[in-house]
């Protein structure tokens, strides 16, 4: 799979989830839920089956200091978020009466540096050869874009608006493969850099969908088996 087919599949994938909820008058619900919980599951198995291995193939002491890095990253992100990343949505902040712009850049730079983590880094060409994580990607981008439009709509925001934004949101994450593949980033001039920075973002993002706390703290047999299959499935990709 070469680099233009993998940048319409992100493109296509989070703008067309977020156009169904225009369509279909499509609303965010505990349906989804699932959805998010295997995306999690199935990231975290990709981060550490293979992408820990592959940026840990070479000893460099720093790769891990981007892996925290782009842990806290996504900690300040979600501060403006809301947490829409793992599956939160939260519609009674009446103070929000405007395009949600915080909410809005934060996903943006949240996907751009997802179709960053896309780059080959050397050792294994993702782009090529590897599927999974553009997998991964794809199916958390489904629920996020949902979520976002749901969240946007719900402040009357104009049509015309709205496309432009889903069209921004959607262009996110191919631009930041684009600009990490031909270097246009002079500071990010190590791939396995980026890819770290991507698999903090990762590993914050999946164990807060896995582990917080459910409702009365009951054990989750549903969620149980859907983690389950989501790292079978991981291993069975790799």
């Known amino acids: ?14 703008f067309l989830s977020g156009l169904t909820v225009i369509i279909f008058n499509l609303k965010f619900s505990k349906i989804l839920k ?7 599951a199935f990231i975290l198995a990709i981060c550490i089956l293979h992408l ?19 842990f806290l990253i996504q900690l300040l992100l979600e501060f403006f978020s809301d947490g829409i990343e793992h599956g939160h949505f939260h519609t009674h902040k009446k103070d ?11 996903l943006c730079f949240h996907s751009f540096i997802e179709g960053m983590a896309l780059i080959d880094t050397g050792y294994h060409n993702h782009v090529e050869h590897n ?9 958390h981008k489904i629920p996020v874009a949902i979520v976002l439009s749901t969240m946007i709509l719900a402040k009357n925001i104009s049509k015309i608006t709205f496309i432009i934004a889903l069209l921004i949101f959607a262009l996110s994450a191919p631009l930041g493969l ?16 980026i ?30 088996v ?6 079978a499935l991981a291993i069975f990709t790799l």
Request: aromatic share 14%; glycine share 6%.
């Open 131 to 139: 599927n999974s994580l553009l997998l991964g990607i794809v199916i």
């Open 52 to 70: 820990m291995p592959e940026i840990f193939s070479g000893y460099d002491k720093k790769i891990g200091a981007f892996i925290l890095l782009g």
């Open 226 to 231: 859907i983690v389950i299959i989501g790292f």
């Open 34 to 40: 699932p959805l998010i919980s295997f995306s999690g």
């Open 96 to 106: 929000l009466v405007i395009f949600p712009y915080a909410i809005f850049i934060s």
């Open 1 to 14: 799979m070469n680099e233009i087919t993998v940048n319409i599949i992100l493109f296509v994938s989070a």
């Open 178 to 193: 684009y600009l990490a593949s031909n270097h246009i980033l002079p500071f990010l001039d190590n791939s396995r850099i």
């Open 195 to 224: 890819l770290a920075l991507a698999v903090g973002i990762f590993l914050h993002i999946s164990t807060t969908i896995l582990f917080e706390s459910s409702e009365d703290h009951k054990f989750d047999l549903k969620k149980f």
